[in-house]
């Protein structure tokens, strides 16, 4: 039979054993979590934006943007059909106010062009022939004007939804009006143009025309003055 202090030896070796199993165990916990927590801490936070990238667009409650359709996309104030419309309106009434002849009849020359617009005040006094003076001579020449318009940029698009003004545009637009007089031509008179439109009635109206700049009034193209 084993001696007691043998037995004593005997546990006190198991302790050991077993109190480094236990410590092994420890360690290689330690590890194997603190390489979770490393890989964790390394990866990138994730982001979401929006599809189409207007991470600065003003959003509604739902993550919209403020103006959006159903599948997020902010509308123009304008399509592009809507600009070109109001681009031609712009130019076919001053073409039309810088092309007459001699023979025109002022009261049925202004009509079609007043039709353009939306009955301005202003617009109906300079939808005019020459007078005066000025148009005697132009008899006396057989005078005519032919003009043409070209929009060159758009300097303002506005939508008044609060007033409910409806849509303007308000472009830069080169004239030309090439003069002649008894069929031969005496120059070109090259003019920039403020010329504003809005919506009504089913269609763009012309609402204000102002000079923009000096231009070169009575300057021949063809001279290149």
Request: net charge negative; charged share 20%; proline share 4%.
């Amino acid at each position: 039979m084993e001696s007691p202090a043998d037995n004593k030896r005997t546990a006190a070796l198991a302790l050991a054993i077993l109190g480094l199993l236990m410590v092994g165990a420890l360690v290689v916990l330690t590890v194997f979590d603190g390489d979770d927590e490393s890989s964790d801490a390394g990866e990138p936070a994730v982001t979401s934006t929006p599809a189409d990238g207007n991470t600065g667009a003003s959003g509604s409650s739902d993550g919209k943007p403020s103006g959006s359709d159903a599948s997020g996309a902010v509308k123009p104030i304008l399509t592009q059909a809507e600009a070109a419309a109001a681009h031609q309106r712009m130019t076919e009434y001053m073409v039309g106010i810088n092309t007459y002849t001699h023979t025109d009849e002022s009261a049925a020359w202004a009509e079609p062009l007043l039709a353009l617009t939306n009955g301005d005040p202003q617009l109906k006094q300079d939808t005019a022939l020459p007078t005066g003076k000025a148009w005697a001579t132009c008899v006396a020449t057989r005078c005519a004007s032919r003009g043409t318009a070209t929009v060159l940029r758009d300097a303002m698009v506005a939508d008044d939804l609060v007033r409910g003004g409806g849509k303007t545009v308000s472009s830069l637009v080169e004239v030309k009006a090439t003069r002649s007089e008894d069929g031969k031509e005496t120059g070109t008179e090259t003019n920039s143009w403020l010329v504003t439109v809005r919506a009504g009635g089913g269609s763009w109206q012309v609402s204000s025309v102002s000079l923009f700049g000096l231009g070169n009034v009575g300057a021949s193209d063809q001279a290149g003055e």
